[in-house]
């Protein structure tokens, strides 16, 4: 029989730090308090609060900002945005300009409310987009989110947010994207697909479905892109 298994001290810290992140007791892009008054508040010392702050920060939970401070990491940060964005062009930088197709609230399919710890039926935002690169479309999203989560979520809103969609998910719905799984496959264009893609019917495609969490592991995005690989391609760092 094993016996009763216990956490480090500074895994014990991290925790409780990621429930204060979870709880909002400290937004995105917002600074956390000192490794010295965490220490005292938690009664610990600072090696070990530093301890849990450096994991969190190799995990993209927070980052260090030297002679300011440790903040939580924002989508809203220029190199944040394309953490998530694998699309890269062949030749030239990440420039991509999104065209809203639609935003609409439906009762969530089985199949999608499984992946996202739904009911059938619930309430859920689905959005369609495309990306462009020099005006051409290169990506074709659709995205479903837990309509509980992103109440008020409408066309008009995402239309006049100029940043990227995760930096509005947590600057307006308190919801921050941590973490990503993704499965990538091949398959050929269909004629929907072609023509907002402006590409020949059965043409190669990447399919890119990524389920997104945020803090406790909740699923809280399922995105499932086609990408036009013609003059890009998709790069992925493995550390």
């Not at 094993?2 to 600074?31: C, D, N, R, T, V």
């Not at 401070?69 to 953490?83: L, N, P």
């Not at 935003?103 to 689905?126: D, S, Y």
Request: proline share 5%; net charge positive; aromatic share 8%.
């Amino acid at each position: 029989m094993a016996g009763p298994s216990f956490s480090p001290l500074y895994a014990q810290i991290k925790g409780l730090l990621i429930a204060s992140l979870q709880g909002g007791e400290w937004k995105a892009g917002e600074a956390i308090p000192s490794e010295l008054d965490l220490a005292g508040r938690f009664g610990v010392s600072q090696g070990t609060v530093r301890k849990a702050i450096d994991e969190m920060a190799s995990e993209n939970l927070l980052v260090r900002r030297q002679g300011k401070g440790t903040f939580v990491t924002t989508h809203a940060e220029q190199k944040m945005q394309y953490r998530f964005l694998r699309l890269v062009p062949d030749e030239g930088s990440t420039s991509l300009e999104r065209q809203l197709l639609d935003c609409k609230r439906m009762r969530a399919p089985a199949a999608i409310a499984k992946q996202l710890q739904m009911r059938a039926g619930e309430q859920m935002v689905e959005v369609r987009r495309l990306l462009k690169a020099a005006g051409r479309p290169v990506v074709l999203d659709d995205i479903w989110l837990p309509g509980q989560l992103f109440k008020g979520l409408t066309t008009e809103r995402l239309n006049q947010y100029r940043g990227p969609f995760y930096g509005l998910f947590e600057a307006e719905f308190g919801v921050h994207m941590i973490r990503a799984q993704e499965k990538i496959r091949a398959l050929a264009a269909d004629a929907e697909v072609a023509e907002l893609l402006q590409v020949p019917v059965g043409a190669p495609l990447l399919s890119v479905e990524r389920l997104s969490f945020t803090y406790g592991d909740r699923p809280v995005e399922l995105r499932r892109g086609l990408y036009h690989t013609e003059s890009h391609f998709y790069r992925n760092e493995l550390n």
